[in-house]
């Protein structure tokens, strides 16, 4: 949620700190702060919003020489944005960040404030800190009162600390929550992800659960879970950034629509071959045994775990559940052996899946994982993982992760239809026919950009949009609806049409609008009939088909498609230009949508 940057070293450290954040953005803008320490000085900056202002704030420091330096861009948990409920948090002579939540801090808190202690934010993290210089004033060394705070700290947290009575190192721990060790030249970074550290570090390591220790100077001092010092082995860093620009588009979103055609290219190659699928990732027996699947994820990856359901149990003929992940969690889950346990993830941090994921291996479940980033925990915990090779995602609405995954769990459920030898060659090869076109169909014509950016502005008011689907564009109906809600703040559902009679349509008027997906090749005199229930209630219906449908005030052309899939992805586009155009006429920020975060990395 929260992004998190350190830095040992002689450069410029209000800079580095400054560049990552921007880097870590993303996944959270409420505030953000920065705190060096520089042989005996301290010195921080915190502001609200966005990180400019910080940049503002702190535009005449500098911070060159030997140093150290955390900073932070908060994604808020426990206390409003406020300054001073920005981090780094600060005691009397140290100061912290952290990503994630300490769940005891409630009691922590009120020990040290039955202490005496003054707290000064509503924060978890600021316990962190505190309960650290009670340690150093009972007598202990730096890294003594950090081993005996994090030993109480309860929760999921990456947190970072530097003192001035050690001045010269940043004490680190991980649990739950991503960190990563990144090393230069002569010098040390830390960071919630790579992104931040893309140009800078040349290797890194991806801490565990569990694990602590301090960097000095180059050197870092690693500890296991169990207190152990630990060898690790970096791994080179490889990337530029250029692909995380925006290339001239308005908005990250817009770029990551666009780019949707050619990132699927990326997601075949290898694995769609002439005449079957095949994924190197996963050995050639892991589908031995496997009797069902069981699927779970959050927001639109769930929406893609929902589409792929239709897609294993009528190509590959394999029962396959999908649940949300944070209702899975608690819900004392019946698992058996038999059953495959796929978490599919963009980040591959987000809380709830990790968990359930976590859940499902102590049950003894196999499990694979369909995420979009490398070493990422969900990819790390996972026996086996499919890569959707989308390339970084920044819009926080989710765009070309949605079309990679879908994309992916069609090849999927293809190759477990092989494997159960289920489906012939003939129709093997048609399929892979198809999916060698979804690149075309995932297009964005200026045609039918244009046309959906002037129908726009009809779109601004009104008590709520339904996007209605049958089959698997019901879970494109649903994606459809959130991608609006999150960037426009207008409320939106997704419904299946043929549900809409049991309840939903009491609320049909002029002032309702139907966002309806009427694909040729699935069911289109059913959702024909559902659409025109609600004509006959004056609701104001934009129809999405090949097929003219008189009673639309308005009309979207798709391509006709001899593929459901195909239909499905052009369908898809429709929905994220609109619900795009419609934040951008609304004067929202499409990138960095209010309240949301692009990682979600606690409960
Ligand atoms: O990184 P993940 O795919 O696990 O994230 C899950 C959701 O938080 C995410 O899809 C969210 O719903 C997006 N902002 C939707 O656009």
């Known amino acids: 949620m929260c992004g998190i940057v350190g830095y040992v070293g002689d450069k410029e450290k209000k800079e580095i700190l400054i560049d990552g954040l921007r880097e870590l953005e993303y996944r959270g803008y409420d505030s953000a702060g920065i705190a060096v320490i520089n042989s005996d000085t301290l010195t921080h900056f915190k502001a609200v919003g966005k990180l400019s202002n910080l940049e503002e704030k702190s535009s005449s420091f500098t911070s060159d020489g030997f140093g150290v330096a955390i900073g932070h861009t908060r994604w808020a948990t426990h206390g409003k944005p406020n300054e001073l409920n920005a981090h780094p948090h600060l005691g009397k002579k ?87 060790i990144g090393f230069g030249d002569n010098e040390v970074y830390f960071a919630s992800s790579d992104t931040a550290v893309i140009g800078k570090a040349d290797s890194v390591y991806y801490l565990e659960d569990g694990e602590y220790g301090f960097a000095k100077g180059d050197e870092v001092e690693l500890y296991d879970i169990d207190g152990n010092r630990k060898d690790f082995t970096t791994i080179p860093l490889s990337g530029d950034k250029l692909s995380a620009q925006k290339d001239g588009f308005r908005f990250f979103m817009e770029k990551e629509i666009y780019e949707q055609s050619s990132v699927v290219v990326d997601t075949m190659m290898g694995r769609v071959l002439d005449k079957r699928i095949e994924f190197e990732e996963i050995s050639e027996d892991f589908f031995d045994g496997i009797e069902s699947i ?55 941090e987000t809380a709830d899946t990790l968990e359930a994921l976590k859940m499902a291996k102590r049950a003894g479940l196999k499990s694979l994982s369909i995420c979009n980033v490398d070493n990422s925990s969900i990819v790390r915990e996972s026996d086996a993982a499919l890569l959707t090779r989308a390339g970084v995602e920044k819009g926080v609405a989710s765009t070309k992760a949605f079309a990679t995954q879908t994309l992916l769990l069609w090849m999927l459920s293809l190759y477990v239809a092989q494997k159960r030898g289920v489906v012939d060659s003939e129709f093997l090869e048609s399929e892979i026919e198809a999916l060698r076109k979804s690149p075309n169909s995932l297009k964005v014509e200026s045609r039918l950009h244009d046309k959906i950016h002037r129908l726009s502005k009809r779109y601004l008011h009104g008590h709520g949009f339904f996007f209605i689907g049958r089959d698997i564009f019901f879970p494109l109906a649903l994606e459809g609806a959130l991608k609006l809600k999150e960037i426009s703040y207008l409320h939106a559902e997704g419904y299946p049409a043929g549900e809409m009679k049991h309840g939903p349509i009491a609320l049909a008027d002029s002032e309702l609008f139907t966002i309806a997906l009427m694909p040729k090749t699935l069911l289109y005199d059913k959702i024909k009939s559902n659409v025109e229930e609600l004509s006959a209630r004056d609701t104001t219906i934009l129809a999405i088909s090949p097929e003219e449908f008189e009673l639309a005030d308005d009309f979207i052309k798709t391509e006709s498609s001899s593929h459901v899939m195909l239909e499905f992805f052009e369908m898809m586009v429709v929905t994220q230009l609109l619900a795009l155009e419609i934040s951008v006429r609304l004067g929202n920020d499409v990138d960095m949508p209010r309240n949301l975060a692009k990682s979600v990395t606690v409960e």
């Open 294 to 348: 069981k699927i779970c994820a959050c927001g639109t990856s769930y929406h893609s775990a929902l589409s792929a359901s239709y897609l294993f149990e009528r190509i590959a003929k394999i029962r396959c559940d999908v649940e949300i992940a944070s209702e899975f969690r608690y819900k004392e889950p019946l698992l058996s052996s038999n059953t495959l346990f796929i978490t599919i993830s963009q980040s591959g």
């Open 94 to 180: 140290s100061y912290v960040v952290h990503n994630g939540i300490i769940e005891n801090y409630t009691a922590l808190k009120d020990e040290l404030i039955d202490g005496g202690v003054e707290f000064l934010s509503q924060t978890d993290t600021e316990v962190i800190v505190h309960l650290f210089e009670r340690e150093l004033n009972s007598g202990k060394l730096a890294f003594e009162a950090f081993k005996a705070t994090i030993s109480k700290l309860h929760g999921a947290y990456a947190t970072l600390l530097i003192t001035k009575d050690e001045p010269d190192r940043i004490f680190f721990a991980k649990n739950g929550s991503p960190m990563l």
